[in-house]
């Protein structure tokens, strides 16, 4: 386990960033809390002084009306104390809430914003949990520490101030040692518990993640029948999750008990001190009622402290984990306004060149060796190579997801890091080797890049990706809600249904991974033919096994092992005789390969 981490200047300025509104309703709201803490300590402090003149008129034996009047004053004081605590909750419940949108709004386009190297590296799982504690400790932080700490270190300062003004010497001594040993006892064992918390939560985030890439993979486990295994293996991560709690809950439990010591060890001695000094007629029975309320409230409020001190270091250290998620160094290309810039692709001049391009996914495996090639403005370049060798990596390296390590790239005559980079991602349109839908409807997911597009517009490139008449026969048409990833329907539906979004983005530029790949060869014939229709006249990288499917494209590209190992048309590859010919008459020996 890792030990909780220091708290920097910047981190804590984070926070306050995101506790304090920027809206000056909010802001009144927060002014009207403190005003509102302040009265209820006010009261708070006033009650036991008017019980202790009650108690002392009774003995004395005021008049009846002194004594009514007192009854009154006393209990309506108790109300308000109340009506004050309470209130102050309602009001400022407007603050917190707003707060803790701001952070997972924040959270969310931060997340938007980073490279795709970014979230494939991150356990989602634990991520959505760790967002989730954060917004919950942003809220019962922001609480403790403002209805709760802020106040109850007032109180307790003012309540040791009464007691020395007003009070001899012993019993001034005597209360301050022990509720400076009750103060430091909850203090400390609100840090101890914060490593047993901090286990406990990292416990936690790992069974969430188990959680969330198993109910996600549920697939592959029944495929392979590991239904059992996998549930064994659940409990492991359950029981480490159960003893992360279980010393969490010891340690609080410890401070429960230090603290009722503490606090029944000072309720004695101040009894002892003061039954002793009303036995001698130097104080009153008002007296000793009004030291034992002062001492239950102190030490109602250092219990309170200790609690909510120890919530607030549990948020710190959640927040903590958001914070780092935010600082991460992966500098995000289009919140990073020096990253990219602002120019935009001229429809005119789409051409495409790699020019001597190197990249690696990690350092100690090269990937693409020395890449260079060129797509003349509204003509066809396919690649095909083995799998493996780097062909949809070269596609996330147009698409800016990836940085090539060397070369450069451009696009009509303009590097890829000059362009506005949400227009060019807005300029290509890209049918994905496995495209990703949403838990969404059709029309939604066919019009995510273009969601203006008229109804007949999303009909029409449904028609041309020859989806249309599957759609027409589900139960609620267009409107059909897809699954989880839209895997509840087939693999060739999900490439067709891609292919509708690519078409209705009417891109600049086309990028077909694999577009057919899950087809059968007669849909696949037939929505070749829509595809070439589609990209006639524009600039278009194709990327295929089945060679049937990208032998007219212009140039060809037979990449192997991240190197360029032949190009030419189709006709020069066959003529060269060498790797594209092999390939090519071993598929027309078995075309359905
Ligand atoms: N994010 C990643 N991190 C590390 N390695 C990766 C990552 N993405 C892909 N790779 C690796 O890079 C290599 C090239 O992947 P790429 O997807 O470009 O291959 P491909 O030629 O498209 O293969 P296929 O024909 O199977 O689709 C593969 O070995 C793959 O495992
Ligand atoms: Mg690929």
């Given at each position: 386990?890792?030990?909780?981490?220091?708290?920097?200047?910047?981190?804590?300025?984070?926070?306050?960033?995101?506790?304090?509104?920027?809206?000056?309703?909010?802001?009144?709201?927060?002014?009207?809390?403190?005003?509102?803490?302040?009265?209820?300590?006010?009261?708070?402090?006033?009650?036991?002084?008017?019980?202790?003149?009650?108690?002392?008129?009774?003995?004395?034996?005021?008049?009846?009306?002194?004594?009514?009047?007192?009854?009154?004053?006393?209990?309506?004081?108790?109300?308000?104390?109340?009506?004050?605590?309470?209130?102050?909750?309602?009001?400022?419940?407007?603050?917190?809430?707003?707060?803790?949108?701001?952070?997972?709004?924040?959270?969310?386009?931060?997340?938007?914003?980073?490279?795709?190297?970014?979230?494939?590296?991150?356990?989602?799982?634990?991520?959505?949990?760790?967002?989730?504690?954060?917004?919950?400790?942003?809220?019962?932080?922001?609480?403790?520490?403002?209805?709760?700490?802020?106040?109850?270190?007032?109180?307790?300062?003012?309540?040791?101030?009464?007691?020395?003004?007003?009070?001899?010497?012993?019993?001034?001594?005597?209360?301050?040692?022990?509720?400076?040993?009750?103060?430091?006892?909850?203090?400390?064992?609100?840090?101890?518990?914060?490593?047993?918390?901090?286990?406990?939560?990292?416990?936690?985030?790992?069974?969430?993640?188990?959680?969330?890439?198993?109910?996600?993979?549920?697939?592959?486990?029944?495929?392979?029948?590991?239904?059992?295994?996998?549930?064994?293996?659940?409990?492991?991560?359950?029981?480490?999750?159960?003893?992360?709690?279980?010393?969490?809950?010891?340690?609080?439990?410890?401070?429960?008990?230090?603290?009722?010591?503490?606090?029944?060890?000072?309720?004695?001695?101040?009894?002892?001190?003061?039954?002793?000094?009303?036995?001698?007629?130097?104080?009153?029975?008002?007296?000793?009622?009004?030291?034992?309320?002062?001492?239950?409230?102190?030490?109602?409020?250092?219990?309170?402290?200790?609690?909510?001190?120890?919530?607030?270091?549990?948020?710190?250290?959640?927040?903590?984990?958001?914070?780092?998620?935010?600082?991460?160094?992966?500098?995000?290309?289009?919140?990073?306004?020096?990253?990219?810039?602002?120019?935009?692709?001229?429809?005119?001049?789409?051409?495409?060149?790699?020019?001597?391009?190197?990249?690696?996914?990690?350092?100690?495996?090269?990937?693409?060796?020395?890449?260079?090639?060129?797509?003349?403005?509204?003509?066809?370049?396919?690649i095909v190579g083995a799998s493996g060798s780097g062909k949809s990596t070269i596609t996330?390296?147009?698409?800016?997801?990836?940085?090539?390590?060397?070369?450069?790239?451009?696009?009509?005559?303009?590097?890829?890091?000059?362009?506005?980079?949400?227009?060019?991602?807005?300029?290509?349109?890209?049918?994905?080797q496995?495209?990703?839908?949403?838990?969404?409807?059709?029309?939604?997911?066919?019009?995510?890049?273009?969601?203006?597009?008229?109804?007949?517009?999303?009909?029409?490139?449904?028609?041309?990706?020859?989806?249309?008449?599957?759609?027409?026969?589900?139960?609620?048409?267009?409107?059909?809600?897809?699954?989880?990833?839209?895997?509840?329907?087939?693999?060739?539906?999900?490439?067709?249904?891609?292919?509708?979004?690519?078409?209705?983005?009417?891109?600049?530029?086309?990028?077909?991974d694999e577009?057919?790949?899950?087809?059968?060869?007669?849909?696949?014939?037939?929505?070749?033919?829509?595809?070439?229709?589609?990209?006639?006249?524009?600039?278009?990288l194709?990327i295929a096994h089945?060679?049937?499917?990208?032998?007219?494209?212009?140039?060809?590209i037979?990449l192997?092992?991240?190197?360029?190992?032949?190009?030419?048309?189709?006709?020069?590859?066959?003529?060269?005789?060498?790797?594209?010919?092999?390939?090519?008459?071993?598929?027309?020996?078995?075309?359905?390969?």
């Amino acid at each position: 386990m890792s030990s909780p981490k220091p708290i920097s200047w910047n981190f804590i300025k984070w926070i306050f960033a995101q506790i304090i509104p920027n809206e000056l309703s909010l802001q009144l709201r927060c002014f009207v809390v403190m005003l509102m803490n302040l009265s209820m300590i006010g009261l708070q402090l006033a009650l036991p002084f008017v019980l202790k003149q009650l108690v002392n008129s009774l003995e004395i034996e005021s008049e009846e009306s002194t004594i009514i009047i007192l009854c009154f004053a006393y209990g309506l004081l108790w109300i308000a104390t109340r009506f004050v605590t309470e209130i102050r909750e309602i009001i400022s419940y407007k603050i917190f809430a707003t707060s803790v949108s701001q952070v997972t709004g924040s959270f969310f386009e931060y997340l938007l914003n980073q490279p795709l190297s970014f979230h494939i590296n991150k356990d989602m799982g634990a991520l959505i949990d760790e967002l989730k504690r954060t917004q919950y400790t942003l809220y019962k932080g922001s609480i403790g520490f403002f209805l709760t700490i802020l106040p109850r270190i007032i109180e307790s300062l003012a309540t040791l101030y009464i007691l020395w003004k007003s009070y001899p010497l012993d019993i001034a001594i005597t209360c301050t040692i022990f509720l400076y040993a009750i103060t430091s006892a909850s203090i400390t064992s609100a840090s101890a518990s914060i490593n047993a918390e901090q286990l406990a939560n990292e416990a936690e985030n790992e069974q969430s993640n188990f959680l969330f890439d198993h109910l996600l993979n549920i697939e592959a486990i029944q495929n392979n029948a590991q239904e059992k295994a996998e549930y064994e293996r659940l409990q492991a991560v359950l029981s480490r999750t159960e003893q992360a709690r279980t010393i969490a809950f010891k340690e609080q439990f410890m401070m429960m008990v230090l603290h009722g010591g503490l606090t029944g060890g000072l309720l004695l001695c101040v009894s002892l001190l003061t039954g002793y000094k009303v036995l001698n007629k130097a104080y009153t029975i008002g007296d000793f009622i009004l030291l034992n309320s002062y001492i239950i409230s102190f030490s109602e409020s250092i219990s309170q402290l200790g609690k909510h001190i120890k919530n607030l270091r549990e948020g710190i250290v959640d927040l903590q984990g958001i914070y780092e998620i935010f600082q991460t160094k992966e500098k995000s290309l289009l919140s990073d306004e020096s990253n990219h810039g602002d120019k935009k692709i001229i429809p005119s001049n789409t051409a495409i060149s790699f020019k001597n391009i190197s990249f690696s996914y990690i350092p100690e495996a090269p990937l693409l060796n020395n890449i260079s090639f060129d797509i003349y403005h509204g003509k066809t370049v396919a690649i095909v190579g083995a799998s493996g060798s780097g062909k949809s990596t070269i596609t996330k390296l147009l698409l800016r997801l990836y940085q090539p390590t060397q070369g450069s790239i451009t696009i009509g005559g303009t590097l890829l890091e000059e362009l506005d980079l949400i227009d060019l991602r807005s300029q290509i349109g890209i049918v994905p080797q496995n495209p990703v839908l949403f838990k969404d409807t059709v029309f939604n997911n066919i019009a995510y890049a273009n969601p203006i597009a008229p109804f007949e517009e999303v009909k029409l490139a449904a028609k041309t990706a020859k989806i249309d008449e599957f759609i027409t026969k589900l139960p609620q048409k267009y409107e059909t809600e897809l699954g989880e990833l839209g895997m509840t329907i087939s693999g060739g539906e999900r490439q067709r249904i891609a292919l509708a979004r690519a078409l209705l983005k009417h891109p600049l530029i086309f990028i077909f991974d694999e577009a057919t790949s899950a087809l059968d060869t007669h849909t696949e014939t037939s929505l070749m033919s829509s595809i070439v229709n589609a990209s006639k006249d524009k600039t278009t990288l194709m990327i295929a096994h089945r060679l049937s499917t990208i032998m007219h494209a212009d140039h060809i590209i037979v990449l192997d092992h991240g190197k360029i190992k032949e190009q030419g048309t189709h006709a020069q590859l066959l003529e060269l005789n060498k790797l594209y010919a092999q390939l090519w008459y071993k598929q027309a020996e078995s075309p359905e390969a």
